[in-house]
């Protein structure tokens, strides 16, 4: 259950009989190496108590609304914008009428108006509770507004009545769980992502290079994968602790240099459909980097650089049908410069977002893991507003597929360029030999 290693679950318990079986859903997810936080409205608390849930997700069980102490340590609002899905499992009937009316009187309920990522509903109840014109209604209505229904299951109830209304089997939950975040929207595509900084030498143990912790290329790495792409990953030097965010199905390329990465790029480019470059490619490299150690001896000294490669226009110039992203780190005139780079480079679609002094309303952006985003293509742009490098990963690239799909069907990307160049390639090497 790869696609839920790393996604941060809210589960919401109510007050069911089915309310035991909750631990088994949340051993399910630590294993799949989900992170799991629990919200237990008071009825679930009638039935299992707070501390079983606590030491199976390993985390405090978050009941009220109304405290200050719980609201100081992760407020409501807080664990809203946490939450990449929230599952209510079992979730009672009077729980989905409350939902249905849009009840905020409770902390379940207030995070579920809070927040905009996928809400989904495990029902277990008394099957004539579950049939009744009352359930079947609200049940409708919140389909309609798109939240996920998972099961209910037919059979013997707790009651010892039959019918439907049983909560779906854990591993069937799980299973429905993870293809919330299987969105399909980029299956058969393969995308190239550069990612990171690149590090300029000077001598063996000196090198230019910028604050970018690749959080944002490896989140949309994770975030086309989820999409159902084959992703190609180009990486500068990151932290061990962004490696390990990776999925084993992302084939990732480790460079050092700006040259390797373009150089790297090219390589895999004619396999490629969509390029997204969020890499921090150094502008500049030291015209020439020492062989040997650069001793202290002068008062000062001058460094002579000279202009790294663009690896994005120059992509996009040579493999024109890649549907190409770049993105833009400013600290000033950011729509400005975002909409010279979208005409200068060529490309489809521009990233842009605050770095340094200008940074501090969007939760800062080299390391931290929250972002902000403004999006220009030709003829539109849009805002995302602060949140998770993931969650923001996720909503831009489901726009890229979506303008990806526009910009294929209406001719705009040059394909013959690329089937010309696989056929070079492959008549060049004997066979494929980038794998
Ligand atoms: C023993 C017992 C078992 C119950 N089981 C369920 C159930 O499985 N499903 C349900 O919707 N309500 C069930 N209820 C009723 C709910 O607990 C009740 O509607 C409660 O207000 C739900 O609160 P909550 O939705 O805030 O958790 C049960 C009540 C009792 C006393």
């Given at each position: 259950?790869?696609?839920?290693?790393?996604?941060?679950?809210?589960?919401?318990?109510?007050?069911?009989?089915?309310?035991?079986?909750?631990?088994?859903?949340?051993?399910?997810?630590?294993?799949?190496?989900?992170?799991?936080?629990?919200?237990?409205?008071?009825?679930?608390?009638?039935?299992?108590?707070?501390?079983?849930?606590?030491?199976?997700?390993?985390?405090?069980?978050?009941?009220?609304?109304?405290?200050?102490?719980?609201e100081?340590a992760m407020g409501h609002i807080e664990l809203a914008r946490w939450?990449?899905?929230?599952?209510?499992?079992?979730?009672?009937?009077?729980?989905?009428?409350?939902?249905?009316?849009?009840?905020?009187?409770?902390?379940?309920?207030?995070?579920?108006?809070?927040?905009?990522?996928?809400?989904?509903?495990?029902?277990?109840?008394?099957?004539?509770?579950?049939?009744?014109?009352?359930?079947?209604?609200?049940?409708?209505?919140?389909?309609?507004?798109?939240?996920?229904?998972?099961?209910?299951?037919?059979?013997?109830?707790?009651?010892?009545?039959?019918?439907?209304?049983?909560?779906?089997?854990?591993?069937?939950?799980?299973?429905?769980?993870?293809?919330?975040?299987?969105?399909?929207?980029?299956?058969?595509?393969?995308?190239?992502?550069?990612?990171?900084?690149?590090?300029?030498?000077?001598?063996?143990?000196?090198?230019?290079?910028?604050?970018?912790?690749?959080?944002?290329?490896?989140?949309?790495?994770?975030?086309?994968?989820?999409?159902?792409?084959?992703?190609?990953?180009?990486?500068?030097?990151?932290?061990?602790?962004?490696?390990?965010?990776?999925?084993?199905?992302?084939?990732?390329?480790?460079?050092?240099?700006?040259?390797?990465?373009?150089?790297?790029?090219?390589?895999?480019?004619?396999?490629?459909?969509?390029?997204?470059?969020?890499?921090?490619?150094?502008?500049?490299?030291?015209?020439?980097?020492?062989?040997?150690?650069?001793?202290?001896?002068?008062?000062?000294?001058?460094?002579?650089?000279?202009?790294?490669?663009?690896?994005?226009?120059?992509?996009?110039?040579?493999?024109?049908?890649?549907?190409?992203?770049?993105?833009?780190?400013?600290?000033?005139?950011?729509?400005?410069?975002?909409?010279?780079?979208?005409?200068?480079?060529?490309?489809?679609?521009?990233?842009?977002?605050?770095?340094?002094?200008?940074?501090?309303?969007?939760?800062?952006?080299?390391?931290?893991?929250?972002?902000?985003?403004?999006?220009?293509?030709?003829?539109?742009?849009?805002?995302?507003?602060?949140?998770?490098?993931?969650?923001?990963?996720?909503?831009?690239?489901?726009?890229?597929?979506?303008?990806?799909?526009?910009?294929?069907?209406?001719?705009?990307?040059?394909?013959?360029?690329?089937?010309?160049?696989?056929?070079?390639?492959?008549?060049?090497?004997?066979?494929?030999?980038?794998?």
């Amino acid at each position: 259950m790869k696609r839920l290693a790393n996604k941060r679950i809210l589960l919401g318990i109510t007050g069911s009989i089915a309310a035991y079986k909750a631990g088994e859903i949340i051993r399910r997810l630590r294993e799949a190496n989900a992170d799991v936080r629990v919200v237990m409205t008071q009825g679930a608390t009638e039935f299992v108590t707070p501390l079983t849930f606590q030491a199976l997700s390993g985390n405090p069980v978050h009941q009220h609304l109304l405290d200050n102490d719980a609201e100081a340590a992760m407020g409501h609002i807080e664990l809203a914008r946490w939450a990449d899905v929230i599952l209510v499992a079992p979730a009672s009937a009077d729980f989905i009428s409350r939902l249905c009316l849009g009840r905020a009187n409770d902390l379940l309920g207030a995070l579920c108006l809070a927040s905009h990522v996928p809400l989904a509903l495990a029902p277990a109840m008394n099957q004539q509770m579950w049939k009744d014109p009352a359930t079947q209604t609200n049940v409708q209505t919140l389909r309609s507004r798109g939240v996920l229904l998972f099961g209910p299951d037919s059979g013997e109830q707790a009651c010892g009545e039959v019918g439907e209304g049983r909560l779906m089997q854990p591993h069937a939950l799980i299973e429905a769980l993870a293809d919330v975040f299987a969105t399909g929207s980029l299956t058969g595509q393969t995308v190239l992502i550069t990612a990171g900084p690149t590090q300029e030498p000077l001598d063996p143990v000196r090198y230019l290079s910028n604050h970018s912790s690749g959080k944002m290329g490896y989140a949309l790495a994770t975030a086309a994968l989820e999409a159902g792409a084959e992703v190609i990953l180009i990486s500068g030097p990151v932290d061990n602790s962004v490696l390990a965010s990776l999925s084993h199905a992302i084939k990732t390329v480790n460079v050092t240099t700006a040259e390797q990465m373009l150089e790297q790029a090219q390589a895999f480019a004619h396999k490629a459909d969509i390029l997204i470059a969020a890499a921090a490619v150094a502008d500049y490299r030291p015209v020439l980097a020492q062989t040997e150690k650069i001793k202290k001896s002068a008062e000062s000294m001058m460094l002579q650089l000279q202009r790294n490669p663009d690896i994005l226009a120059t992509l996009k110039r040579q493999s024109p049908w890649l549907f190409s992203v770049g993105f833009a780190a400013e600290t000033e005139n950011l729509e400005q410069h975002a909409r010279q780079k979208l005409k200068d480079k060529g490309v489809e679609m521009i990233a842009a977002n605050w770095v340094g002094h200008a940074a501090t309303e969007t939760g800062g952006t080299f390391g931290s893991d929250n972002n902000a985003l403004k999006l220009f293509w030709p003829g539109g742009e849009l805002e995302l507003g602060v949140s998770s490098k993931i969650r923001l990963a996720r909503e831009l690239v489901a726009l890229i597929a979506s303008q990806y799909d526009n910009a294929v069907q209406s001719g705009r990307l040059n394909n013959e360029q690329r089937n010309v160049k696989n056929v070079v390639q492959l008549r060049s090497n004997g066979s494929d030999n980038n794998n």
